[in-house]
T-cell receptor, first 111, second 114 residues
């Protein structure tokens, strides 16, 4: 089975811009979760989608949003980028067994 | 708020030394527990998990972990480390019933000297 894929792998944006990141889960997995990883804060949960519905949300501002499509692929969007949004954004998919499998991440740099 | 503590930020060992990485969590209810590893330049990989049953769980690459409910701990162990175990190790907790939210510790960097 192919693993979780994320595109793009690297992204450079400037403050004030918006960005969309994409995640394709493992085939058959219907749950997709997003995390932000930074050196200072570590891994922090952003949100989780299941069958196109957001089921859980972490403590991030409304500039961070996401969605999931009928094929389980998910996107997350960050609007009005700030310098502090520079991070590795990880997507994880899971089956009914609750194990999360992570993708390689998208490295976002905000200048 | 629930949290996960990993006691060691950076551990340096020589090959063949034994490893134990501490992990404690703050939640009194039922949890699922995980250890993930991130090798340099690679993505997070699941090492092992505990859902229920035998509190001593074995994972890949000779790693094991013991869940001690009374101590809210899930320590990772390996009897003899190799240079290839150099990586960052993350403990994570999922509160039973919560959706998708893994609570991660800050991670422990392990450096193994050849």
């Amino acid at each position: 089975k192919a693993g979780v894929t994320q595109t793009p792998r690297y992204l450079i944006k400037t403050r004030g811009q918006q960005v969309t990141l994409s995640c394709s889960p493992i085939s058959g997995h219907r749950s997709v979760s997003w995390y932000q990883q930074t050196p200072g804060q570590g891994l922090q949960f952003l949100f989780e989608y299941f069958s196109e519905t957001q089921r859980n949300k972490g403590n991030f501002p409304g500039r961070f949003s996401g969605r999931q499509f009928s094929n389980s692929r998910s996107e997350m969007n960050v609007s009005t980028l700030e310098l502090g949004d520079s991070a590795l954004y990880l997507c994880a998919s899971s089956s009914v067994y609750n194990e999360q499998f992570f993708g390689p991440g998208t490295r976002l740099t905000v200048l | 708020a629930q949290s996960v503590s990993q006691h060691n930020h950076h551990v340096i060992l020589s090959e063949a030394a034994s490893l134990e990485l501490g992990c404690n969590y703050s939640y009194g209810g039922t949890v699922n527990l995980f250890w993930y590893v991130q090798y340099p330049g690679q993505h997070l990989q699941l090492l092992l998990k505990y859902f229920s049953g035998d509190p001593l769980v074995k994972g890949i690459k000779g790693f094991e972990a013991e869940f001690i409910k009374s101590k809210f701990s899930f320590n990772l162990r390996k009897p003899s480390v190799q240079w290839s175990d150099t990586a960052e190790y993350f403990c994570a907790v999922k509160i039973r019933g919560s959706q998708g939210n893994l609570i991660f510790g800050k991670g422990t960097k392990l450096s193994v000297k050849p």
